[in-house]
């Protein structure tokens, strides 16, 4: 089965540029989670949606970012205009919400480099 | 509110030693625990959840977890570590009935020497 799939792997852009990394969840998957991860700060929760609506956007630094999930097979993250300091690798994770014990499954990340 | 501690930055083993790594967490109801591994440019793995029951969790790659209520541990274990268990282990805790939302620990960086 494919696993969760994120594109692009790598992104090197400038700063000021609008940055949009992309998610593909495991199919039947209905629950959504963008995370950040850097070595200063770990590994942080931005936003998660559950049956394609934001749940909990409170860890989102700030309005330059958004997150959008149109439907059940996709999402987005957009930065818009980046900063250096958004340099990290973005993870996206999927899950089921048959209970609420069941495992994240996370992609291999976006590797974001503003400069 | 929920937390995971993981008090180590990093753990060193010798190959065939038994490997611990160590998490401590804080709820305030019945918690569902996690361990998960990264290795160097991947997205994290699932290994091993505690739901409720038997308080040592088998998962994969032969690791296990014991679920300590008293001490509010779920400590990460192996009988005999391989070098190809070097990676970045994290443990997680969600609520029961608190949503799917998980709180992750810092992470521990275990490194298994011939």
């Known amino acids: 089965d494919a696993g969760v799939i994120q594109s692009p792997r790598h992104e090197v852009t400038e700063m000021g540029q609008e940055v949009t990394l992309r998610c593909k969840p495991i199919?039947?998957?209905?629950?959504l989670f963008w995370y950040r991860q850097t070595m200063m700060r770990g590994l942080e929760l931005l936003i998660y949606?559950?049956?394609?609506?934001?749940?909990?956007d409170s860890g989102m630094p700030e309005d330059r970012f958004s997150a959008k999930m149109p439907n059940a097979s996709f999402s987005t993250l957009k930065i818009q205009p980046s900063e250096p300091r958004d340099s990290a690798v973005y993870f996206c994770?999927?899950?089921?919400?048959?209970?609420?014990?069941?495992?994240?499954?996370f992609g291999d990340g976006t590797r974001l480099s503003i400069l | 509110a929920q937390s995971v501690a993981q008090p180590e930055d990093q753990v060193n083993v010798a190959e065939g030693n038994p490997l611990t790594v160590k998490c401590t967490y804080s709820?305030?109801?019945?918690?569902?625990l996690f361990w998960y591994v990264q290795y160097p440019n991947r997205g994290l793995q699932f290994l091993l959840k505690?739901?409720?029951?038997?308080?040592l969790v088998k998962g994969s790659y032969g690791f296990e977890a014991e679920f300590n209520k008293s001490q509010t541990s779920f400590h990460l274990k192996k009988p005999s570590a391989l070098v190809s268990d070097s990676a970045l282990y994290f443990c997680?805790?969600?609520?029961?009935?608190?949503?799917?939302?998980?709180?992750f620990g810092t992470g521990t960086q275990l490194k298994v020497e011939l």
């Open positions: 994770a999927s899950s089921s919400l048959l209970g609420d014990n069941q495992p994240q499954h």
């Open positions: 199919s039947g998957h209905n629950s």
């Open positions: 949606f559950n049956n394609n609506v934001p749940i909990d």
């Open positions: 709820v305030s109801g019945n918690p569902y």
């Open positions: 505690y739901i409720t029951g038997d308080n």
């Open positions: 997680a805790v969600r609520l029961t009935g608190g949503g799917n939302k998980l709180t």
